[in-house]
């Protein structure tokens, strides 16, 4: 085929990937290239690792169905980073392990009164790792920033220095890598892992509450680094403080650098997020349906891009233009009635027909991923669509306690700002039960 033709279908396949899967599509996709067409495979090129981990983990399918219904073929479709193959191959190794988001950058952080010093503590890190705030701990609730701010101090420093070893990491997945070390005997393995690294990134120590085994290890690994002028980040939703039976000399390390705040984002600063979301996407959203978002939608900046894709969603499947009317319905129908009339039953019913599992299952004992995962997203979305307190929630499904519940809504939540499929999953299961006729 001549190259103009391999373009040419190329743009189209580009053009119905993007209707197959608007909550997915990125402005960056007009980077994305052709480099091999043919045969029933399609290869596309794109700028870097870490956005060809993103359109493996998230677009593979809607790239694959759209090269089928344009060429007509059954075509597979693969990403690749578009560099000479020797190049490839190193940086794919060096990269390894360190899953960035190409979303979660300094660029695409919106700065306000509420993340300032957050914002500005993690650029002057990212300068000069070690050297500046060590450690640097952030805190604030849920769906403020703080994994997006790690992320981007992370791709800033590699993008810096490409020798620096940089390892970044929730909490949990620390612990359970101990926990695993531990019972393999091989700590001595998991203690070279993350006592060698130039920057160690941990997300969420709040998870160390109550783990005296973790902490003990933690502190070790924490005095190693500190020593040789090796920069260590923190976040959790508390300061350091007031993080539940953490030992005390945990919290005075973590003082001892800075301690940055971030508050839930004023008025001003939502209207400038939804913009910046709106065009990451490539969509063009007036300045009255950005303000009509950011006055229903306070506290949280996941809830925030959650009600843009909604109206987007209703958009593209209705095929109608973004008016404040369309946003208005879009939301509505989501927030308002859903506040209204919604019990923990209507829930566990879309729940339970999704995922094919019954009610009692959801009540039951049972702790397999597959019964695990719905009741987690049934206690998530009655959390979130209806005003049943944490215990109410948990004493539906199963006699479950408050902490329960709060940790599955948490870790949905979590799920749903990095994995579009989850949050996809979210906008569906919440459509169903909305729009399901009321008893
Ligand atoms: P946290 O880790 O504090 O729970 P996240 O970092 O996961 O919050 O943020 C939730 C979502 O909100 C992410 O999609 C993130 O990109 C977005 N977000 C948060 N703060 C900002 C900001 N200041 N500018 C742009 N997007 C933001
Ligand atoms: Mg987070």
Excluded at 50 to 77: E, M, P, W, Y
Excluded at 90 to 108: A, V
Excluded at 322 to 338: K, N, P
Excluded at 428 to 435: A, N, P, R
Aim: proline share 3%; charged share 25%; glycine share 6%.
């Amino acid at each position: 085929m001549a190259t103009r033709e391999v373009e040419n279908i190329f743009a189209d396949i580009l053009e119905r990937a993007k209707a197959l899967d608007p909550v997915n599509t990125r402005k960056w996709f007009e980077k994305l290239t052709v480099l091999h067409l043919s045969g029933g495979s399609l290869e596309i090129g794109c700028p870097d690792e870490a956005t060809r981990q993103f359109l493996r983990d998230n677009c593979k399918n809607s790239f694959t169905r759209a090269a089928q219904q344009i060429t007509g073929h059954l075509v597979t479709v693969d990403f690749n980073v578009e560099q000479r193959k020797g190049l490839l191959r190193r940086s794919r190794r060096r990269e390894s392990g360190l899953n960035l988001h190409p979303d979660y950058t300094f660029d695409n952080f919106v700065v306000g009164p509420s993340n300032r010093l957050a914002q500005a503590s993690c650029i002057a890190v990212s300068q000069s790792p070690g050297n500046t705030y060590n450690p640097l701990f952030l805190y604030g609730n849920s769906g403020l920033g703080k994994t997006h701010l790690l992320h981007a101090v992370c791709s800033e420093a590699k993008q810096k220095s490409d020798k620096a070893v940089i390892q970044f990491l929730s909490c949990e997945n620390f612990v359970n890598r101990f926990i695993r070390a531990i019972e393999e005997g091989n700590l001595a393995g998991f203690q070279s892992q993350f006592r060698t690294v130039d920057m160690l990134v941990i997300d969420d120590v709040q998870f160390l509450s109550e783990r005296e085994q973790s902490q003990e290890e933690f502190f070790h690994t924490f005095n190693t680094l500190y020593s040789n002028g090796k920069q260590i980040i923190l976040s959790a939703d508390s300061p350091p403080g007031k993080i539940p039976s953490l030992e005390e000399r945990l919290i005075s390390r973590f003082n001892w650098g800075l301690v940055a705040r971030i508050d839930p984002p004023s008025y001003e600063t939502r209207v400038a997020i939804i913009q910046k979301k709106a065009h990451l996407r490539g969509l063009s959203i007036c300045d009255e349906i950005a303000e009509y978002i950011a006055r229903k939608v306070h506290a949280n900046i996941r809830e925030l891009e959650g009600a843009l894709t909604t109206i987007y969603a209703v958009a593209t499947t209705t095929g109608e233009q973004i008016t404040i009317e369309l946003a208005q319905r879009a939301l509505e129908g989501q927030i308002e009635s859903a506040a209204r009339h919604i019990s923990i039953t209507d829930i566990a019913e879309v729940v339970t027909n999704h995922f094919d599992v019954r009610l009692a299952d959801l009540q039951s004992k049972k702790r397999s991923q597959s019964i695990a995962e719905p009741r987690q997203i049934c206690m998530y979305l009655a959390r979130n669509l209806t005003k049943h307190s944490l215990e109410e929630i948990g004493g539906h499904l199963g006699g479950r306690d408050h902490t329960t519940v709060m940790h599955a809504c948490n870790k949905i939540g979590e799920a749903k700002s990095c994995d579009p499929q989850m949050h996809t999953l979210l906008n569906e299961l919440t459509k169903q039960i909305t729009q399901a006729p009321q008893a």
